[in-house]
């Protein structure tokens, strides 16, 4: 009776997370609004994608009410629709002609053996390191270009076509359509973005159903299905409040110091010994004091009390299956204590590591049931969990948890 009971419930939450909402619509060309047959279009970060058809007809069905819609032809240019639903009408999609002329311009700008320099650098960044990552493999590196910036210290890459990436971990096929792919040495700030389309090459397998798992208890995606379920405690998570506030002792030590490496230079022509016998302002004693105080972090940490997700949800649409969060400062996430007692290893060793959640925007998150949320770029992660939001842990927008 206990499994029976199980198994139903199960399939009763398969279906409510996966309950489906149609997009239909037509592709034409922005030229001369003629039909485009066998068009691409899917829904970005999924396995669902479907082709136009001799009339540039096309319908998909979405698991999700807030999509990203990726439509491509060959000899056009991409284009992405962020979609709503339910839509008044149905869709008329126009896609422009590429410019050849403009593609050669821009591939020529790139290094020419990027790859051998860059490659595994933009490997290890774009899929990760270790773990999962070592049983994934870019079918067709040598669309990826490069560019380095030796003055501003900055590498970036395209793609001049959709990567093909194989993961033999988790059982996909991911075509990833490279939007951007920035690293600044400078300032230590790394960028990438895409669009993914899964295809599922591993169903019914139980390693993948194990590895499928493992990312998926690491991942996002689980906490913001916990947070709209309102079920933190009850998924092993503690979540507290982290405020962080300028330093001001490191602000200050930055001016002092300035003004006197200033001093230095133009008064007594960078002669420390010199400077340090004339004047009775600074010994160099404190002038290494200040040294040390302005390499301090420029941010001091607080952290808070534990919180509910109550507290951080500012609105919900029943009816529609959306729900509004917003808060300040940021949210500290403590990953399960529990994982500590699996017998998989890559959770074991998440188990009370910490990532840092920020919002940029001040209008807040709209997040879904699935654990999709909106807009993707103004949600900052960072800590542990990184190293999971790589393409080798990546999982479809439509995968059903089997926890």
Not at 156 to 165: F, S
Not at 195 to 222: H, M, Q, V
Not at 324 to 335: E, H, M, Q, S, V
């Amino acid at each position: 009776m206990i499994r029976i009971y199980l198994t139903i419930i199960s399939i009763f939450f398969a279906q409510h997370l996966l309950a489906q909402h149609t997009i239909k619509g037509k592709i034409i060309n922005a030229d001369d609004r003629s039909p485009i047959a066998g068009a691409s279009i899917y829904i970005n970060n999924s396995s669902l994608g479907t082709s136009s058809n001799k009339e540039g007809l096309f319908t998909i069905h979405s698991p999700t009410r807030n999509v990203e819609l990726v439509v491509s032809s060959m000899g056009f240019e991409k284009r992405v629709l962020e979609i709503q639903i339910p839509l008044q009408q149905d869709l008329i999609i126009a896609i422009k002609e590429k410019s050849t002329a403009i593609e050669e311009v821009v591939v020529t700008n790139y290094l020419k053996d990027g790859w051998k320099e860059w490659g595994q650098f933009f490997t290890d960044n774009l899929i990760g390191q270790g773990g999962f990552a070592d049983d994934c493999k870019i079918l067709n590196h040598e669309v990826v270009k490069f560019r380095f910036d030796k003055k501003a210290n900055v590498l970036t890459a395209i793609c001049t076509e959709p990567l093909k990436i194989r993961n033999d971990a988790l059982g996909y096929e991911l075509t990833y359509d490279l939007g951007g792919f920035r690293m600044d040495f400078g300032s230590k700030m790394f960028l990438f973005e895409g669009y993914a389309f899964f295809k599922d090459i591993g169903k019914g397998r139980s390693k993948y159903k194990k590895n499928r798992n493992t990312s998926y208890l690491l991942s996002l995606n689980r906490f913001v299905r916990s947070t709209y379920n309102k079920e933190w405690e009850k998924d092993g998570y503690i979540v507290r409040k982290l405020v962080k506030k300028d330093n001001e002792v490191r602000t200050e030590a930055v001016q002092k110091y300035n003004a006197i490496l200033d001093s230095v230079q133009k008064k007594y022509r960078g002669n420390w010994k010199l400077f340090y016998a004339s004047q009775t302002d600074f010994t160099e004693d404190q002038v290494n004091t200040i040294r040390k105080q302005r390499i301090q972090p420029e941010k001091i940490s607080y952290l808070m009390g534990i919180m509910q997700p109550d507290e951080i949800i500012v609105g919900q649409d029943k009816e529609k299956g959306l729900m509004k969060l917003n808060y300040t400062d940021y949210l500290y996430i403590i990953y399960p204590a529990d994982f500590s007692k699996s017998k998989n290893k890559i959770l074991q060793k998440a188990a009370s590591e910490v990532s840092e959640l920020f919002i940029m925007d001040s209008d807040g998150i709209i997040i879904e049931p699935q654990g999709s949320y909106f807009p993707t770029a103004s949600w900052i992660l960072s800590g542990y969990a990184v190293s999971y939001s790589k393409l080798a842990y990546m999982l479809p927008l439509d995968y059903v948890p089997t926890e």
